[in-house]
């Protein structure tokens, strides 16, 4: 299982927090989707077939890219 915390720029609320969460639990091998509006990032764990290459392509697709 892998893990990281992203920094999202364009989290400014609780709504955006949940948008994120839906999209991202909905990809095959994403287990946890945690986030903070406070600090505008997110912290994720999962195993294969998710990437991170497709959680980034996925957050930059519902308009949410990630910027580390």
């Not at 709504?15 to 990032?41: F, N, Q, W, Y």
């Amino acid at each position: 299982m892998e893990n990281k915390t992203l920094s999202v720029p364009n989290i400014s609320c609780g709504h955006c927090v949940a948008a994120i969460k839906k999209e991202l639990s909905e990809m095959e091998g994403v287990s946890r989707v945690e986030g903070d509006p406070a600090t505008k990032s997110i912290t994720l764990e999962w195993d294969a077939p998710a990437t991170l290459d497709k959680i980034r392509d996925m957050l930059k697709e519902i308009n949410y890219p990630a910027t580390d």
